[in-house]
DNA sequence: ATAATCTCTCTAGTGACTATAGCTTCAAGA
DNA sequence: TCTTGAAGCTATAGTCACTAGAGAGATTAT
């Protein structure tokens, strides 16, 4: 049995978010101690090490429910789980898409910058200008 | 002069926004007609536009803040706006790199699902495989 | 004058935590 | 056995940048 600070070590966790998560149904309330202290089997250390796998790839709480709810159906077709996953794919990409847009955008203005006070900055000026802005970025 | 849902239409940014920068002290307040509504200037729209073209961006509001204090002193160097815009450049970048490690992640998750049924999924595998998720994504 | 639209303030909700306060419990050493 | 310090408990509030909704008043077009 482990205490909710070793759970978290073991799984890079922390300890508030443990227990937000159990406030949000993620992980079921596990058993307690003599003196009402968590305690926790191996079966919350995997069911844990699978949240915190999808949250690092960036998976919605809601999302990771559903992997969830899927995979205590072993019987169930995958298909759904395959499409909550390729859905996150694609919207990954568009993000990077949009992220790459910005730093382009992002380079064109600290690289054109000349002037040496505000008044010249490029910065400032592409920020202030309504006609940079409209086309695209 | 224009209502609040004018400067909204000119620059895109929503009605409700604009109210709360004002709370954010991000735009002053502005002047009010008799009957108590927001009656604004070019002044306030060129701020706001510069403020959207920021946040579009993916500035944070106190970087934009920062900018808008730099913007009001014409005479001082411009370092510290290049300097703003920079670190977001570094940021947006690292931001994307982080995001590709995950495309990959996600791609080798989402091709590799041979299964048909969910005790057979890579994307439950691989989310709740512990020795799949150490080595480094 | 009236109807349709806009605008007002205020409060609360979002997502995924993080921080704080004030208390209790546990484990290890003397 | 006693003590001390770390770890854990609950509950509440704060974060960021908005967004939604209620219920009232203002403005504009016909």
């Known amino acids: 049995m482990l205490s909710i600070g070793e759970l978290s070590r073991k799984t ?3 300890v508030p978010t443990i227990r937000y998560y159990e406030q949000m149904k993620l992980v079921t309330a596990p058993e307690r101690s003599e003196g009402n202290q968590r305690r ?3 079966v919350e250390l995997e069911r844990l090490t699978f949240i915190k ?9 809601d999302a ?5 709810d899927l995979s205590a159906h072993p019987e169930q077709p995958c298909e759904d789980a395959n499409r909550i996953a390729e859905d996150h794919l694609v919207a990954t990409r568009e993000r990077i898409a949009q992220l790459q847009r910005l730093e382009a955008e992002l380079m064109r203005i600290t690289t054109g910058c000349q002037g040496d006070s505000i008044k010249d900055c490029y910065v400032i000026q592409s920020l202030s200008d309504h006609a940079l802005c409209q086309d695209g970025h």
């Open 40 to 42: 926790y089997s191996n």
């Open 53 to 61: 796998h999808a949250r690092d790839l960036g998976l919605k709480i």
């Open 12 to 14: 890079g966790v922390k």
């Open 64 to 68: 990771i429910r559903e992997l969830l």
